[in-house]
């Protein structure tokens, strides 16, 4: 019976996903939306992505030096693992799950309040595809802002760690860009960028699901608005492992 109920939402997912993706019928009004969207759910989302960049890649630092590196190893091994964990994992997975919270409950919020107060009933009515004209502009603003995020992401947790070494003094600069320069592959950064876009296809997607599909009063936006968290940050942690093995 649980198989079912999944394989339902499912198929009405995609058929969402098949309206959402039809040509705007109004190129202006769309591309009014498309920079709104892309304003709201990333330009504003570039504090959080800063702040807690920053001091991931200082705590990631100071762990390394403290606890893992000995005198058996190069004295440039801390900014090494701090490069690659902010490449290859923080800067794309584990930033987009905190985005998940942030993004995508306002999404599913959102949306979800425009269908009780009928909003999305008058649009179409209005004969409007309320799908494409909702839907679309939040998924492709959202993904056209996830590789600058990355990108800010990963350069401010590099900062983070320098900050350990000018302030805590327990890694000298020099050893801590050592690190950071030692065999350097760019292809880990592309291949964040990448995970990093098909993470922000599942937040504006499923939350847009969540928030359109919702039916009945505030009580039930605020239950879509979780499980619209709750689920995109599920696929994100599923699908990260398949998207790792593929693009290593």
């Known amino acids: 019976m649980q198989l079912l109920k999944w394989l339902n939402t499912l198929g009405r997912y995609l058929l969402l996903m098949g309206r959402s993706f039809s040509r705007p019928e109004r190129m202006r009004m769309f591309m009014k939306r498309y920079v709104k969207e892309m304003s709201q759910l990333g330009v504003d989302s570039i504090g959080i992505v800063l702040l807690i960049s920053f001091f991931i890649g200082a705590v990631i630092c100071i762990q390394i030096k403290l606890n893992v590196q000995s005198p058996w190893m190069p004295k440039w091994v801390s900014g090494y693992v701090t490069r690659e964990i902010m490449l290859l994992e923080f800067s794309s997975s584990i930033m987009c799950l905190i985005l998940s919270g942030k993004v995508g409950s306002n999404i599913a919020s959102e949306l979800g309040t425009m269908r009780v107060t009928q909003q999305i009933d008058a649009l179409e009515i209005m004969g409007i ?120």
Not at 136 to 154: Q, R
Not at 177 to 188: D, E, P
Not at 197 to 215: C, D, M, Q
């Open 129 to 248: 595809n309320s799908a494409s004209y909702l839907i679309l502009p939040k998924m492709l603003g959202l993904i056209t802002i996830m590789p600058f995020l990355v990108i800010f992401s990963a350069a401010t947790g590099i900062l983070g760690a320098y900050s350990t070494a000018y302030f805590a003094q327990i890694i000298t600069p020099v050893d801590l860009t050592a690190g950071i320069q030692h065999s350097f592959n760019s292809w880990f950064m592309w291949m964040s960028i990448l995970k990093g876009l098909f993470f922000a296809f599942i937040i504006s997607s499923v939350s847009s699901f969540f928030g359109y599909t919702v039916k009945g009063g505030s009580v039930e936006v605020g239950k879509a608005s979780t499980d619209a968290v709750v689920c995109s940050s599920v696929l994100i942690l599923f699908s990260d492992v398949f998207l790792t093995q593929m693009l290593s």
